[in-house]
């Protein structure tokens, strides 16, 4: 499941900003936010959501409306980063 952003709980300190490897979070307005169509959960990337680990304040939480299947999230990151995962 991708992940989002509890905006009551951020506290918009910009450390998750950098450090997705989907370049899938981004600031607008001081607002941080994670677009679910570009979160793979660090698959291939880190053993587990990098941003959840990194997150001072853990604001950052499963998003029950993406669910969707580990297959989907591997084709994700294979369509986002083909170099790294080359399909055969
Ligand atoms: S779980 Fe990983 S891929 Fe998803 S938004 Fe966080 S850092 Fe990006
Ligand atoms: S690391 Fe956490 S508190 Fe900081 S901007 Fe990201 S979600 Fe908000």
């Known amino acids: 499941m991708a992940k989002r952003i ?6 918009q300190c910009g450390v998750c900003l950098e450090e997705c490897p989907n370049n899938g979070i981004s600031e607008v307005d001081g607002e941080y936010r ?7 959960e660090c698959f291939g990337f880190y053993k587990t959501s990098h941003c959840v680990d990194i997150c001072p304040v853990e604001a ?10 580990e297959d989907l999230l591997i084709g994700r990151s294979a369509d986002l980063h083909p170099e790294r995962f080359p399909r055969s």
């Open 6 to 11: 509890n905006q009551d709980r951020c506290i």
């Open 60 to 69: 950052i939480e499963t998003d029950p409306d993406q669910e969707v299947e």
């Open 34 to 40: 994670i677009d679910s169509g570009l979160c793979t």
